[in-house]
């Protein structure tokens, strides 16, 4: 146990049940425990994480009662059964740890840090009187982006007019109206969201899966709003890998498939582990794979294409036509998919997590973004970072973007932005960068807390 002056540190990390802010948060705990932390990991029963591959931790389960709740059936109504039913038992735990130290007059000083979706641990954390810093699994610019949500609306920018979607928003430039989050639900909700997801006790620190070269700007104006410090320590995967964290089971026969593919040839396509599509795009996904001559690896989720269990909706002749020079698996261990030479393209719903693998790798991305951050991930791909393309998913169209962004001549420029980037983040990891720094700091300011 870390013991500094006679003081010692219990680290409760409280994580959300969904798969790309649950690997952000064990890897966060690795690197603590690395750090001699001793470390508390707080899940829900939904989608626990496999204690066999964190042998260090202590989890503690919270019985979640969802009771057929679930993030397709709406996410608002989720993330509160969540909160509501997880608060009570993470209360009554804290208060016997709290109430054993009086008794033992045992000094141990508790953090929390709390994934953002389980608001509920930083009103927890006020009202027993313990520090909360959370931890963001998103780009920093999603915050902005949401906040300034309530201000567009009242100023009658938002929803959105047909005739505004494409302009940048002054206020968040290079952002365009069209890159705002949760875009197309109806405005109460949206309204709701906001204010659901709104930090309403200020935490004493955010930690952030960024890298400060990537956000200067975005997180820039998240210090002038809060006034706290922010550890980017990003990404983690790179600065704290652990075993894996995938909720599904890997299909590692794609590796040794790779294996016989040529350099830089193949175009890896996911949608992450929450999108859901129509039958009829992924039909449009198919044939527009079928149709490229470069190889491609395809993820298609159990249960991602509305009505179905997997591929059973497309025609056999072109499941055949595709498996010439195709392969397709229900998941995939992304990380060693993206790190591995025959990669040379990602089509990706640009989730936060897939767009720091993909850029730690230098491998330039076709942005198809749902909701959420991504399109603000896909808008730093294509406009800012210029190592993606915003992608139009009709099969006359993929095949050309497909060539743009592993072959052809136009492309070069992004392949070559892609591989500087690596660099940088190469750079920022690194002894004395700025993830390295900041994750030095991070250890020393819980240490002052
Ligand atoms: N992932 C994976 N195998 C797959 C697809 C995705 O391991 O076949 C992982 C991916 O590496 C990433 C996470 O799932 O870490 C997805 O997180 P992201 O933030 O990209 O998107 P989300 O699933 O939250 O929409």
Known sequence: MTEHGGRRWRLVLISSPLQGHMTPMLQLGSYLHSRGFPITIVHS???RPDPSNHPDFVFFPLPNNLSGT??????????QALNDNCRPHLEKHLIQIINTQKETSEKESIVIIYDNLMFFA????????LPSIILRSSCAAFLPAYRIIPQLHQEGRFPIQDSLLQEIIPELHPFRYKDLPFNGLPIQQILEMVTMITPKTPPVAFIWNTIEFLEQWALTQIHHQYQVPIFTIGPLHKTSPTLSTSFLEEDT?????????????VIYVSLGSLATIDAKVSTEMAWGLASTNQPFLWVVRPGSVH?????????EDLVS????????????PQKDVLAHSAVGGFWSHCGWNSTLESVCEGV?????PFNVDQMLNARYLSYVWKMGLEMVVERGEIESAIRRVLVSKEGE???????????QVRIAISHGGSSRNSMNDLVDFILSL
Do not use: H, T
Not at 321 to 332: D, L, N, P, Q, S
Not at 364 to 368: E, I, K, S
């Open 45 to 47: 029963e939904l989608n």
């Open 70 to 79: 679930s993030v397709s059936s709406g996410v608002i109504q989720f993330l």
């Open 122 to 129: 930083g009103s927890l954390a006020a009202d027993l009187r």
């Open 253 to 265: 026969s794609c590796i040794s498939w790779l294996d016989k593919q040529s350099p830089k040839s």
């Open 307 to 315: 009505g179905c269990d997997w591929i059973e909706f497309l025609p």
């Open 321 to 332: 036509e595709m498996k010439v020079r195709g392969m397709i698996v229900k998941w995939a």
């Open 364 to 368: 330039p991305m076709l942005c198809q």
């Open 413 to 423: 420029e992004m392949r070559r932005r892609a591989m500087e980037i690596e660099d």
